[in-house]
């Protein structure tokens, strides 16, 4: 059986762009991929390359597990877990470490422009979490890694700790394969939509939707949406950025060809094409956040995790004594 593998930081509150671009194409790829296990996890390890206030951090983690059950994975079908709780992670990521090399983590494009603009305080794990995806990855021999365009050489850099591991100590790990969904992979700001959607890189509330917002809230963002002055909605992502992305949600969520939706709005304005997709994206998450709060403060939720939290560590320790094995670590047993 194969199996996927896929993490997300609680770094923040989850956005559309999330909801689309990630957790809705689990939801997918679980009923579609049967001969699949997934392990689903919150990456909180990772949250620590920068400062985090412990309480927050926490909140977010929790926040995290709920919405992934809100939003349509099924615990049943899914293992998901929290990175932290499976001690693997670290162990392996620090014999990714000692598999890579200084030159390779610094050619990380994310790492050199987080360099750039925090010019000070730069910890450790920045330059060496990608070891720590790696990691992640190796560790359940995954097959399958769902990765934006942006994560495509974080995946490379797998690929290598894996072949250069299985050279030196012999067959040990799977070399992962990545995709890309085609479909609203990557959801832009609704204030500035040439850039990612993102709680964090903006300064106006209106450039993102986030999952729990209320649902009056969700309307008006969608509403007041940057676009252009030709009233034309066509895709066309160089020369209309704006309208090409909110085509892109539309699509994304009725899982109608933007061709289709272009053609039904051939004749309409940009106002009555925002009023639809207001309602759309609200009717979407409503039902979301309906489930949110009947999971977020109970013991299904604990459940969940501590299941597909034993799940993982009954697949990590074996393979981290294999690991220990084919190197020399400990005692042979």
Not at 56 to 62: C, D, S
Not at 127 to 135: G, K, R
């Amino acid at each position: 059986m194969k199996r996927l593998v896929s993490g997300i930081k609680p770094t923040g509150e989850m956005t559309l762009g999330n909801y689309i671009g990630a957790i809705k194409q689990f939801v997918k790829l679980q009923d579609e991929l049967k001969d699949t296990e997934f392990y689903i996890f919150i990456a909180d390890l990772h949250a620590i390359t920068t400062p985090q206030e412990k309480q927050t951090l926490r909140k977010n983690i929790k926040n995290i597990a709920a919405l992934y059950v809100a939003c349509g994975l099924d615990p049943n079908r899914v293992n998901l877990f929290i990175q932290s709780e499976v001690s693997e992670h670290a162990t392996l990521g620090y014999i990714m470490e000692s598999t890579l090399y200084i030159g390779e983590m610094e050619r990380m494009i994310q790492f050199k422009e987080k360099r750039q603009s925090q010019t000070e305080g730069i910890r450790t794990s920045l330059l060496t979490y990608p070891a720590l995806m790696a990691a992640d990855i190796l560790l359940y021999d995954a097959d399958l890694v769902p990765v934006g365009e942006d994560q495509m050489q974080h995946l490379e850099l797998t690929k290598i700790a894996a072949n250069r591991f299985n050279h030196l100590y012999g067959d040990t790990f799977t070399v992962p394969e990545g995709f890309t969904p085609k479909t609203g992979a990557r959801i832009m700001g609704l204030q500035n939509p040439t850039k990612k959607m993102s709680k964090s890189d903006t300064s106006s509330s209106k450039d993102y939707i986030l999952l729990l917002d209320d649902l009056a809230v969700i309307k008006n963002k969608i509403k007041s949406a940057v676009t252009d002055s030709d009233n034309k909605i066509i895709f066309d992502k160089e020369n209309k950025p704006g309208i090409s992305n909110l085509l892109t949600i539309y699509s994304a969520i009725t899982n109608k060809t933007i061709k289709e939706i272009e053609t039904s709005y051939q004749n309409k304005s940009y106002g009555d094409f925002k009023n639809d997709l207001a309602i759309i994206v609200s009717d979407e998450i409503a039902p979301i956040q309906k489930r949110y709060n009947e999971i977020i403060n109970s013991k299904e939720l604990d459940t969940y995790l501590n299941r597909g939290r034993d799940q993982a560590q009954l697949i990590a320790k074996r393979k981290i004594q294999k690991v220990f094995d084919k190197i020399g670590l400990g005692r042979k047993k």
